[in-house]
């Protein structure tokens, strides 16, 4: 399904546009990925729907933002065990925008995981170290259970995937984001993607790597969970 909402101020606006952009780009994308053909399991697509609205339906929920924000609803209506956010940025301002969904999901009661934060202010690093949000490596994801992963384009290097909201240098490589994700895989109950947001030159190129992640994922999660 797709949340298409871009409320939060952000480096480059646009994130709006990404699940629709998202679909078209999937057709001309291989399905056959590390054993798994999409093709051959049931995937319905049910559409866009608002950030405020319920997910009606007791399938596994593979969402397309929008930007950052629309995890703080979806998690709340699924209330999973864990919440794990791959991202470049804590996102533990005080802010109910995209850079404060962290702590608001943490201040909602949730246990709130981070991997790959590489720029903080201060006011972030200062919520950090009271530790009511962790950040963790590859090695302790396995020991998470029933989790809600979202995955922050930005945690990829920009020079792989420029186009999103908010680009960070030294980012994560796309083989370093699925030993993490196959790590969690099993455990999984959700998976949001947000913050894509389209770029003048080029664009179809990072669309394809974006629907190759998020096939890539998808992928896992058959894997483990069909």
Known sequence: MGIPVD???????????????LREVFSKLE?????????EYFIEDIGNIGVD??????????ILGGDHQITINRVKQIKPQNVLILDAH?????????????????????????????VFSKVEQEYLNTGKVKIITKDQVKDLKNVYLSI???????????AVGNPEPDGLEFREVMDI???VAPNLVAVDFVEFTPVEKDNDIYLSIAGKLIYSIMAEVVKTHV
Do not use: W
């Open 53 to 62: 609205d319920k997910i009606e339906t007791n399938k596994f929920p593979i």
């Open 7 to 21: 409320v939060s101020q952000t480096f480059r606006k646009g994130a709006s546009k990404a699940p629709n952009m």
């Open 181 to 183: 994700v196959k790590e």
């Open 152 to 162: 922050d384009f930005d945690i990829l290097d920009p020079k792989l995937l420029p």
């Open 90 to 118: 804590p996102d533990c301002e005080d802010s109910d925008g995209h850079d404060g969904v962290s702590r608001r999901l943490a201040e909602a009661g949730f246990n709130v995981y981070l991997i790959g934060p590489r």
């Open 31 to 39: 399905t056959h990925i590390d054993g798994i053909d999409l093709t």
